[in-house]
């Protein structure tokens, strides 16, 4: 590498670490789960059978690096996708402002019932418009 390829290089870094970065989510890849939104970690871990408790996405959309910061597109990052775990759809909703519908997450809570690891009670009809849900 260049003199001059090298402080280029160094340059865009300096940049990078003076920006003040703000983290998007916490993402789990590997060992405990954490809460996307919040960070507390969860007793669970990655890729074990106890992660159907909780509401389960994949982000692939290579905005995010693999700590939940906004990438910097001048810098080349191996494209992997982030794991996101919510207490449920509804919490992933508020955080993301998606687009869920009311039978997908009535869907989500029938399948915890059906798992007896159901720890909210929605009692929403399909095709009902909410924002949120009231939690019992």
């Given at each position: 590498m260049t003199e001059q390829a090298t402080q280029q290089t160094t340059?865009?870094?300096?940049?990078?670490?003076k920006k003040e970065k703000?983290?998007?989510?916490?993402?789990?890849?590997?060992g405990y789960i954490v809460n996307a939104k919040t960070g507390i970690q969860y007793p669970i871990k990655f890729k074990s059978k106890d992660t159907s408790a909780l509401y389960h996405v994949i982000d692939s959309s290579a905005k995010y690096d693999k700590?939940?910061?906004?990438?910097?597109?001048?810098?080349?990052?191996?494209n992997e996708p982030n794991h996101l775990f919510y207490d449920s759809p509804e919490q992933y909703k508020?955080?993301?402002?998606?687009?869920i519908t009311t039978d997908?997450?009535?869907?989500?809570?029938?399948?915890?019932?059906e798992l007896n690891i159901?720890?909210?009670?929605?009692?929403?009809?399909?095709?009902?418009e909410i924002d949120c849900i009231e939690v019992k």
């Open positions: 340059d865009i870094l300096n940049k990078v670490n703000k983290k998007h989510y916490y993402p789990s890849n590997n700590h939940g910061y906004i990438r910097d597109r001048k810098i080349n990052y191996i508020m955080h993301h402002g998606s687009n997908e997450i009535i869907a989500w809570h029938k399948k915890q019932q159901n720890i909210y009670n929605t009692d929403l009809e399909p095709n009902e």
